[in-house]
């Protein structure tokens, strides 16, 4: 959810480019694990591919761990807070 929000919130401002050229820095300098470059770039193309924004997209997520039976302690408060309760 956490990484929904960033991205959501710093597409706008470094573009997709801008972004994914981060990611790749920091996978290059071995801050960030490999696969991330991959995630990134999938989670870029939900919100650029969808009229929904990033905070209502990681609601939407928890709610579908939830269904699977997935609980997060920290994704539940998470959501308390961009739900507004």
């Given at each position: 959810?956490?990484?929904?929000?960033?991205?959501?919130?710093?597409?706008?401002k470094?573009?997709?480019?801008?972004?994914?050229?981060?990611?790749?820095?920091?996978?290059?300098?071995?801050?960030?694990?490999?696969?991330?470059?991959?995630?990134?770039?999938?989670?870029?193309s939900?919100?650029?591919?969808?009229?929904?924004?990033?905070?209502?997209?990681?609601?939407?997520?928890?709610?579908?761990?939830?269904?699977?039976?997935?609980?997060?302690?920290?994704?539940?408060?998470?959501?308390?807070?961009?739900?507004?309760?």
């Amino acid at each position: 959810m956490r990484l929904i929000i960033f991205v959501g919130d710093n597409l706008p401002k470094l573009g997709r480019e801008g972004l994914l050229g981060l990611v790749e820095l920091g996978v290059a300098s071995g801050v960030l694990p490999k696969d991330s470059m991959h995630l990134i770039a999938k989670i870029v193309s939900l919100i650029e591919g969808s009229r929904v924004p990033p905070k209502r997209l990681a609601i939407t997520i928890y709610e579908l761990a939830r269904s699977m039976g997935v609980y997060d302690k920290e994704a539940e408060f998470l959501s308390a807070a961009l739900s507004g309760v």
